[in-house]
């Protein structure tokens, strides 16, 4: 790997998509409300071009049938609780943690930088899912959707980490799969490393010109300048 990273003192990290492919119980949760509402159901590639910007919008999207839609409000008004209700049941049934992700978290934590989830997931399926495949002792402080006022790609997020931790955005890293976590990372001013896996909208996430894009988080060690100290530690 060419690209070299001098380390920051904190690393931010989103989740779907980036630690966790949760598209399997996402899609899921979406054709099981599709069907009650005797609409009819779509792919799993098809939701994951719609996951990335809150519940609220995943909702719309399917009921539209695509990104830029208008769903029907009485239908929305319908689906948004059978969907919340069917994902709180199924949050990690299928959902997995990508491989490299342990051994990259693990890296950063021997480094000694600070470490957030920032996710536009809502808490309750954030937290859940953290748990439930075991992530959620990495991270110090969660920030999901429904936790601030604004989400990514809205720089509010990755500024209020950077402040709990009293870290200058400029010694901050996003680590994110789609063109929402480049723009809130530049709007907050720290770094973007994107993963080249992940929900992107179909698209590939070059195009939005990342520091660097990596395929696994195991590639971290290879793309962070550390310290000694922290290497014999890692």
Not at 6 to 22: E, H, I, Y
Not at 88 to 112: I, K, M, N
Not at 195 to 212: L, Q, T
């Amino acid at each position: 790997m060419e690209t070299r990273i001098a380390t920051p003192k904190l690393v931010v990290v989103d989740l779907d998509g980036t630690l966790v492919d949760s598209l399997p119980d996402i899609a899921f949760c979406i054709n099981r409300m599709l069907t009650e509402l005797s609409l009819p159901t779509v792919g799993q590639e098809r939701v994951g071009e719609w996951v990335g910007n809150g519940t609220e919008v995943l909702v719309r999207r399917a009921l539209a049938g695509d990104m830029h839609g208008k769903a029907d409000e009485g239908y929305y008004a319908r689906a948004l609780p059978i969907f919340t209700q069917l994902y709180a049941q199924h949050t990690s049934d299928r959902s997995r943690v990508y491989d490299g992700v342990p051994e990259g978290l693990e890296f950063l934590r021997a480094s000694g930088v600070a470490l957030a989830c920032v996710t536009n997931k809502a808490s309750a399926f954030t937290h859940k899912l953290l748990a439930d495949l075991e992530l959620d002792a990495y991270f110090t402080l969660v920030i999901s959707g429904d936790t601030l006022a604004r989400k990514k790609p809205d720089p509010l997020p990755l500024l209020h980490a950077a402040r709990h931790f009293s870290v200058s955005p400029d010694k901050g890293l996003l680590i994110g799969d789609s063109a929402n976590d480049v723009k809130a990372a530049r709007a907050a001013g720290f770094g973007i490393v994107c993963v080249s896996y992940g929900y992107n909208h179909g698209n590939d996430i070059r195009a939005s010109m990342p520091d660097a894009v990596i395929d696994s988080l195991a590639e971290l060690p290879g793309l962070f300048v550390v310290s000694a100290q922290a290497r014999t530690a890692s």
